[in-house]
């Protein structure tokens, strides 16, 4: 295939890019706004459209004949995904860190009149950063686009979408092209770590400009990867490393879209300890595009055994023991490679203590409804008997699976956060610290963010894990792109944000799936006895939240002891203060941290706070004048945005019942408490939470 060639101008005092008026020439800087932009030519306007048009001529590649080839070499671009459920086209990439670039080869089996292609925000085709090929039925083209809010499609000015060849090979034709992370490009998405959200459309009908596209009327979707694999070298495996397969024979895939299977394994009597050194996925061949992600997890070593069970995971048959399975052995899903333990340290399985039994879970997508589908998917394990200097161990961290942290209805970016505290790393981790090299994120469906930090003396000092595009529909386990130590009194600080804009009533923690978790499944070594560190709002703190809004509220909310926490959340009149108060609470309050070893022992320590500024609100009295108005015979509470400086000011107002103007009685104070001061111990009566699971457990398995 012949292509066309263009030659951009140059930067000042740098490399030739291109560029578009206005716009920043930075090639291979990530944007930052500490980032100086480079200045460009200054030039007229009659210049700049001469030349904005001679670019997008130029760029407009014509693909009048598909030459024959061969295909490109499957070792150029190692990471691989099919984008839509039929398989018919098949994103493969490569990333370079040196040139800070993204390298895309894109399969088409059945090309008809082009093909849409690109990212957005959560995988809508409004407002996308999108490469087309089109045809109107004679020739074809090639350009960079963006659409609008209302999926309109432009030709970007600034071309950076670089197609670097076509060919045409038995299986389909061949499309080659790369995007650069950061373009400075207003109207491009940026390419980050963490979850990227890819949009595909197939053009069916020929159409004569890029402006006659109607994105409403295409066979479309989207795929869910990690764009930027980090870039770590593969530890050498022993030479008496085994395999294990652990498979679901022959499922036929149900005709639903969305399928949780479950299938019972089991480890031979008598199995010695192992360590598991490396996993990858075996899916069968033509299911690649239904198989989202799969988990194998060992079952709890209190049972002497466990049936065996192979069907869906929320079947009414389905043996309740297997509710006992959730220690995580090895989670893949769609585009990940595999996965390897550093070389100094395995996952431990088999030996005394450790349970026989395994469950395997698969997630099928089957959005087509595909019927009578034969699978034989699952998990191959790689191990060794010769075991590495240290076990690898998961440590859960983020917020208990509790109610008392509930999210409002209607909020569009609600945040919770979870510690993992200095005095409980202080008391459980070994003097040398851990060393933290994988990462897995876990919400419901209401997650939209996650990110882990480090703290130290006070202080942010590393960013362990984050997602800022994060899908509850595409969680792994990621191997970090380099190792972060944590010491006794460090502190892990995760936060969760929320999007309940579709919800009507209040979402709270739980284990159920239209509940919310925050949770961050951190694989280290040397393996220690804290398996769970994490927090939530001191449950007595949030019982005077009730009362609060039981006192200055029209609506009551019940407060009989009968009445569970989601109730009460449940009845609760959603207004500004009962939001603004809520939020207040979740950032302010003292929190109860859960530091539990495996065996769901606590830790023990305690630092219980003042509570003056809840008994001072409790004792706020109002005068209430007559009137003709609710509002003017209880006054209002409200919080003082922004903070003071003092801490949380909740200014309490009453209503002169002569001249109807709002007078304030009162203004409470609550002091700021730093998140290192805020926990105490677990409340009597209360039952720590033991280790969960990791990605996506199955509707009806008491969990996510």
Not at 12 to 38: I, L, V
């Amino acid at each position: 295939m012949q292509l066309k060639t263009i030659t951009y101008p140059a930067c000042p005092g740098g490399p030739a890019h291109k560029w578009a008026p206005g716009a920043e020439c930075c090639p291979g800087r990530m944007q930052s706004s500490r980032s100086k932009p480079c200045s460009c030519p200054s030039l007229k306007l009659r210049e700049v459209a001469s030349m904005y048009f001679t670019l997008v001529a130029a760029f407009l590649v014509i693909l009048v004949v598909a030459l024959q080839g061969s295909a490109p070499r499957q070792s150029d671009f190692p990471y691989k995904v099919p984008l839509d459920p039929q398989g018919l086209l098949e994103l493969s990439w490569n990333v370079s860190y040196p040139e800070q670039a993204v390298n895309f080869q894109l399969l088409i089996k059945e090309l008809h009149f082009g093909l849409l292609f690109g990212m957005s925000d959560r995988g809508e085709f409004e407002n996308a950063d999108l490469a087309v090929l089109w045809s109107d039925g004679h020739n074809s083209y090639f350009g960079d686009a963006w659409s609008d809010a209302k999926g309109q499609l432009h030709m970007d000015s600034q071309q950076d979408y670089q197609l670097l060849g076509a060919r045409r090979a038995p299986e389909g034709l061949y499309l080659l092209f790369r995007r650069a992370f950061s373009t400075c490009d207003p109207k491009d998405y940026l390419i980050e770590d963490g979850t990227v959200h890819l949009i595909y459309g197939v053009l069916e009908k020929p159409v004569h400009s890029l402006q006659a596209i109607n994105v409403s009327a295409l066979h479309g979707g989207l795929q869910r990867v990690q764009l930027l694999k980090p870039n770590i070298s593969i530890p050498q495996l022993p030479r008496d490393m085994q395999t294990m397969e652990i498979t679901a024979p022959d499922v036929v895939i149900p005709s639903q879209e969305t399928t949780y299977w479950c299938y019972m394994a089991e480890l031979p009597e008598g199995f010695p300890k192992h360590h598991i050194i490396m996993y990858e996925p075996v899916v069968t061949a033509g299911n690649e595009a239904l198989v989202h992600h799969m988990e194998v997890f060992q079952c709890a070593a209190d049972f002497d055994s466990f049936p065996h069970y192979n069907g869906p995971c929320d079947s009414k048959m389905k043996p309740e023991r297997l509710n006992y399975c959730r220690h995580v052995l090895a989670a893949w899903a769609m585009g990940a490679q595999a996965f390897y333990y550093p070389e100094e340290a395995g996952l431990a399985f088999g030996g005394p203590g450790s349970s026989r039994y395994l469950r395997l879970e698969i997630h099928y997508h089957n959005p087509l409804v595909f019927k009578g589908r034969r699978d034989s998917s699952g998990i191959r394990l790689y191990y060794t008997a010769t075991l590495r200097p240290y076990d690898a161990g998961i440590m859960e961290l983020g917020l208990v699976y509790t109610p008392v942290m509930a999210i409002p209805p209607g909020e569009d970016s609600f945040i919770l956060t979870g510690y993992c505290t200095d005095k409980c790393t202080q008391l459980a981790l070994p003097s040398a610290g851990i060393r933290i090299f994988a990462s897995q994120l876990h919400t419901h469906l209401a997650g939209r963010k996650v990110v882990t930090v480090l703290a130290r003396h006070g202080r942010e000092r590393q960013v362990v894990n984050a997602d800022s595009h994060y899908s509850p529909h595409f969680q792994e386990i990621r191997m970090l792109k380099e190792v972060v130590s944590v010491f006794p009194g460090d502190e892990l600080i995760t936060t969760c944000t929320y999007n309940t804009e579709d919800r009507s009533r209040a979402t709270v923690g739980g284990f159920g799936i239209l509940e919310e978790m925050c949770v961050n499944y951190v694989h280290y070594y040397p393996q220690t006895q804290l398996e769970l560190c994490k927090s939530a709002v001191d449950p007595g703190y949030l019982h005077r939240y009730f009362n609060l809004v039981n006192r200055f509220n029209d609506e009551e909310v019940c407060m009989c002891p009968q009445v569970s926490v989601p109730q009460q959340f449940y009845s609760i009149p959603w207004n500004t203060f009962n939001r603004d108060v809520l939020k207040s609470l979740y950032g302010f309050a003292p929190i109860s941290v859960h530091c539990n070893k495996s065996s769901a022992v606590r830790f023990p320590f305690s630092d219980p706070k003042s509570d003056d500024f809840w008994e001072e609100l409790s004792a706020v009295n109002y005068a209430k004048p007559q009137g003709n108005t609710r509002e003017r015979q209880r006054g209002r509470c409200r919080p003082r945005v922004p903070l003071h400086p003092q801490g949380l000011a909740v200014i309490c107002s009453g209503f002169n019942s002569k001249a109807l103007k709002t007078t304030t009685i009162k203004t409470l104070h609550l002091p700021l408490i730093s998140p290192k001061s805020r926990f105490r111990d677990v409340s009597a009566g209360q039952t720590p939470q033991q280790m969960g699971s990791g990605l996506e457990l199955s509707p009806g398995a008491g969990a996510p």
